[in-house]
């Protein structure tokens, strides 16, 4: 399967704690993006990589995200001291070039965070 | 600022074609317009892509008009596994400056 990966699936963590997600994109394509979606919303731009460059950040993005793309390649996600407003799926998406005007997001199933 | 605005919800029935409109009144000159699909539990999938005009492909058609101010998502013959939200993009931001917004999307509900 060439598609995007994300593992794990589901995480249920406490409050306090920090998780991480990993996001493996398609592999000839050089941006990565990372979008969170709560129940009943569309999903909301967090952040994105071209290559290892974070190119991107949400304004609404709390300091207690941080994204990485070491290589170029996969990508983590980490949360730290999570929060029950934490509590999405988190999406990952891959792209070559741009991804609104004339390319395509290819999305991953997601990995949904549940903070009690 | 949204950028686009769509239905919150619709229903049809197997067999019939459904139509989905999005309104991008504010549309850029170099912006693209990006059909979306996602099913529970799924991320989206991307379903169609366009700039003006028609375009189909073995999915859908999607119609743009000559102002490009609105797009209309066609969906021939539907059935009940075409139950799902579908959201309407255009071009990389809103009018805030945020990226690739999604917006809340349109609930399709297929019925028997």
């Known amino acids: 399967d060439t598609g995007v990966s994300q593992d794990p699936r589901h995480k249920i963590t406490k409050r306090g704690q920090n998780v991480t997600f990993r996001c493996d994109p398609i592999?000839?394509?050089?941006?990565l993006y990372w979008y969170r979606q709560t129940l009943g919303q569309g999903p909301e731009f967090l952040t994105y990589f071209q290559n290892e460059a974070q190119l991107e950040k949400s304004r609404l993005l709390s300091d207690r995200f941080s994204a990485e793309r070491p290589k170029g390649s996969f990508s983590t996600l980490e949360i730290q001291r999570t929060e029950q407003g934490d509590s999405a799926m988190y999406l990952c998406a891959s792209s070559f070039a741009s991804g609104g005007a004339g390319g395509e997001l290819f999305f991953g199933e997601g990995s949904r965070l549940t903070v009690l | 600022l949204a950028k686009t605005t769509q239905p919150i919800s619709m229903d049809s029935y197997e067999g019939q074609e459904v139509n989905i409109t999005c309104s991008h009144n504010n549309i850029a000159t170099n912006d693209y317009i990006t059909w979306y699909q996602q099913f529970p539990s799924q991320g989206p999938r991307f379903i169609i892509q366009g700039y003006k005009t028609k375009v189909t492909n073995e999915v859908a058609s999607l119609f743009i008009p000559a102002d490009r101010k609105s797009s209309t998502l066609s969906l021939p013959r539907v059935s009940l596994s075409d139950t799902a939200v579908y959201y309407c993009?255009?071009?990389?931001?809103?009018?805030?400056?945020?990226?690739?917004?999604f917006g809340g999307g349109t609930r399709l509900m297929v019925k028997p």
């Open positions: 993009l255009v071009g990389d931001r809103d009018n805030a400056g945020n990226m690739l917004t």
């Open positions: 592999s000839e394509h050089n941006r």
